[in-house]
């Protein structure tokens, strides 16, 4: 496993394509694929999940989603932690933490990249942009 070995892990995150990435600035950011056939966008993947393409080009994440699931996780953690998955505006999806009480964590909240790489778990941290709308209906 990697949590014992952080060179490894260091190396590891740096090299494939659409992995997460510090860049040359202060801010990190994630980067992802997007299929040059037919414009899918995706997050680690070796060919297009829609036309099977190979041809894909990496770009980068302006930060900016929406949370599509969140669950609270208890084990193998000191503490409650949340568990999400993030539509990014691009249109990938991304699994990572959102900043904040675990069960105040809903679908629909819109959230921005905090941290593309928690020192920890080495997955994107983000935190809420805004009150999160709630439908009362």
């Known amino acids: ?35 040059t056939w037919c414009g899918t966008a995706m997050y680690h993947r070796l060919l297009c999940p829609v036309c099977q393409g190979s041809d894909l080009r990496t770009e980068r994440s302006e930060g900016t989603g929406t949370v599509r699931h969140s669950t609270v996780v208890h084990r193998n953690t000191p503490s409650a932690r949340n568990v999400s998955l993030i539509e990014m505006a691009e249109g990938f999806v991304v699994r990572g933490r959102v900043m904040g009480p675990p069960i105040g ?27 999160p709308y709630r439908a009362w209906h």
């Open 1 to 35: 496993m990697y949590h014992h070995s952080g060179s490894a892990v260091q190396q590891a995150a740096g090299s494939p394509a659409g992995v997460l990435d510090r860049g040359t600035t202060d801010t990190e950011a994630i980067h992802f694929q997007r299929c």
């Open 105 to 131: 964590i809903h679908s629909g909240d819109r959230v921005r990249l905090s941290t593309a790489k928690d020192p920890v778990r080495g997955e994107p941290v983000f935190q809420l942009v805004d009150e």
